[in-house]
Nanobody, 124 residues
Framework: QVHLAESGGGSVQVGGSLSLSCAAS????????MAWFRQAPGKDREFVAA?????????YYSDSVKGRFTISRDNAENTGYLQMNSLTPEDTAVYYC????????????????WGQGAQVTVSS
């Protein structure tokens, strides 16, 4: 059983930056691909980014965040990160980290373990 806890959300103006953290416990974090999803009010949960297990050599991004967001991980700290730059109001959502993917890593229902979520609000 893996426990995930996000932190670092908050409010920022358009064009600003925020960094999210995802602290893992209770499992072998380094072996898992880790992903970030987000869910805006009234919308389905959508894929944001993922990073492969181990050294994290492979990163995957949705088209909507590519070039603005950066996913990374520190296995020694059992923590994953999402650096978000050039934020827009369309980035406003609750952001979730997840591990334990089975199959398509861009599909939220394929993940076994989730954090509680962190609110990100971007105002104009």
């Amino acid at each position: 059983q893996v426990h995930l806890a996000e932190s670092g959300g908050g409010s920022v103006q358009v064009g600003g930056s925020l960094s999210l953290s995802c602290a893992a416990s209770g499992g072998t974090f380094s072996s898992y691909l880790m992903a970030w999803f987000r869910q805006a009010p009234g919308k389905d949960r959508e894929f944001v980014a993922a990073i492969s297990g181990g050294a994290g050599q492979n990163q995957y991004y949705s088209d909507s965040v590519k070039g603005r967001f950066t996913i990374s991980r520190d296995n020694a700290e059992n923590t994953g990160y999402l650096q978000m730059n050039s934020l827009t109001p369309e980035d406003t959502a609750v952001y979730y980290c997840a591990v334990g993917a089975r199959g398509n890593i861009r599909v939220w229902s394929r993940y076994d373990y989730w954090g509680q979520g962190a609110q990100v609000t971007v105002s104009s």
